[in-house]
């Protein structure tokens, strides 16, 4: 066993208020689980023991931090809707936001995925279902681990994607602050999947989907052509199959090396083709963790190192899991998301610099010095993508209720980047070209075999 296997279990014993051993005795937990722990119990007490005390040691340090940076945000009256973070879990918010329901943290490990509890079956999506533009949104929704109708809630979709994929909840919670953000109702927490749904309210203003252009869907995507050229949300089987051959170069393997080069073909493609082409502080966060994700994410969680052909392709073809899948066995953090972006850039062939094409031919750079990239600076990317804004594409229900959302933003985001010294950490003001009121598209149709619509 390996030994991060091992604190994984360790750190499950030790949250766990019932004798782990005893339900394994007993037979009363899934087979895998039980036979993580004979395994484990085989290779020595003694270790897990040690590895035990070492992570409840490291979780109360992390307790006592979060404590710690809490009571900094409320003398300061950093969280007047509430929110913030205490033993690792965000706290109610209040006022305006006290219908926001707060994701929570899931148990990690090991873990077939849908599995056979009988709820989660694939279904094709009805044609009132909407989908969109993330793969695994897709995925979780046609499994009913969000709403299968699209249309989730910040706390849903953050608690899915750590049952799902075994992301971490500091990811988790900063994917889905981001996609209520842009495009979801902040007062309830909804948010449609794809585009502008009248399903979702609009207490602060228009909530114009996920897929809203310009704040979390950006150019450059895998598998969805720019905004410009058409529907940014529908699956393009040219794109895919073009990264399809690109990993034939490295071994059939969707990982590290297959993104750097598919990265840099994509920029150009991009910055040559398409007169709006914008890669700002946004783009700059998606287009590097989507594509991390996907190699830490989508392989089997038996074998994290495989990304091959099998583990990636039932997620974009047939938007649903692989057969036999399990989930990773250890959370997905913020910080390791941050180490494997600044990889992902070290890799790269030539450096894509972030800015935007005014016209074609006239491309402005932004002045960001891409070519050597710490982790942590890395991480702190994903902090501007949200706290950063860009004038120009924040819906106007953002604009006018700009408190609202900087309240939202301390209570439940800026906690999980504490430790990093990013440099933004405030809402900046909007500018006066904020306002942005074009609607998110939703795929055009729902249904996807194999790549193709029906
Ligand atoms: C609540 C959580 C999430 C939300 C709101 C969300 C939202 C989005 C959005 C808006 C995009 C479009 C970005 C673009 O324009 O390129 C996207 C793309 C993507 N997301 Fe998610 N996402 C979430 C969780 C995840 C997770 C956990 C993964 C892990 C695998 C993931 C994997 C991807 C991938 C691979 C793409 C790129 C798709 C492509 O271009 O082919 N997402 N997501
Ligand atoms: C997608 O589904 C179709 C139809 O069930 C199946 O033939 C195909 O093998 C699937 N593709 C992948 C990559 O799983
Ligand atoms: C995942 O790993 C398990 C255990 O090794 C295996 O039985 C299963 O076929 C694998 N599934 C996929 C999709 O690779």
Redesign the pocket.
Known sequence: MKPLMLLSLAAAIAASPCPYGQLAERGALPKTEADKFFAARAEGEAAIEKQMLKAREEKRAEHAAQEAYYKRQLNLGDLPLGGGLLGGVLQPFSGVLKGLGVPTPQPFGLKEIPGDDGLHPFQFPKTTDVRGMCPTLNTMANHGFISRTGITTFAEAANACQITLGFGYDTCVFLSALGLLAGGDLPSGKYSIGGADARVPNTLGPSLGISKHGFFEVDNSISRQDQNFGNQADFRLDRWNRLVDITKKYNGQFGNSAFAEERVTVYKEAKNANPKFTAGIRWLGVTTAERVFVFRALPNGTDPGNAN??NI??F???E?F?EEWFRRATPYTLAATGADIANLLASSSEITNPGQNQGLGNFVPLGLDLGNVSPTTATCFLASAIFDNTPGFLAPGLVTNYATVQAFLNGAVKPFFATYNCPVLDFAKPGPSAGDATPGVSAHSNIL??GVYQ
Request: hydrophobic share 45%; no cysteine.
């Open positions: 052909f099998r392709a039932p974009f073809l047939n649903t692989p075999i194999n």
